[in-house]
């Protein structure tokens, strides 16, 4: 069994900045990626930012010299630091990691935190 926690989400103003965290926890073997999604009201998910088990990273275009994503492998954790937000960035945030558990090292499944809400307003 496998859980993805998040926290950090809130309401802020256009231009302010907030920070997901989200740690996985469980029977957890090897974690390969990690990242955010995000989905908008009436849009689809998308790819926030990711990062692999050797540091290398992405970033969605709109979202490039504004998010910075980290990670601490040694506590299975990844962080979103979300500066200069505007209206647009507004969604419930997901949290994702491709994990292999211990009860099966062969397969890598993807994971899902419960989603945590940013709202910025104008």
């Known amino acids: 069994q496998v859980q993805l926690g998040e926290s950090g989400g809130g309401l802020v103003q256009a231009g302010g900045s907030l920070r997901l965290s989200c740690a996985a926890s469980?029977?957890?073997?090897?974690?390969?990626?990690m990242g955010w999604h995000r989905q908008a009201p009436g849009k689809q998910r998308e790819l926030v930012a990711g990062?692999?088990?050797?540091?290398?990273?992405a970033y969605a275009d709109s979202v490039k010299g504004r998010f910075t994503i980290s990670r601490d492998n040694a506590k299975n954790t990844v962080d979103l630091q979300m500066n200069s937000l505007k209206p647009e960035d507004t969604g419930v945030y997901y949290c994702?990691?491709?994990?292999?558990?211990?009860?099966?090292?062969?397969?890598?499944?993807?994971?899902w935190g419960q989603g945590t809400q940013v709202t910025v307003s104008s």
């Open positions: 994702y990691a491709r994990i292999r558990t211990r009860d099966d090292i062969r397969n890598e499944n993807i994971y």
């Open positions: 990062t692999t088990s050797g540091d290398s990273v």
């Open positions: 469980g029977s957890i073997f090897t974690i390969n990626t």
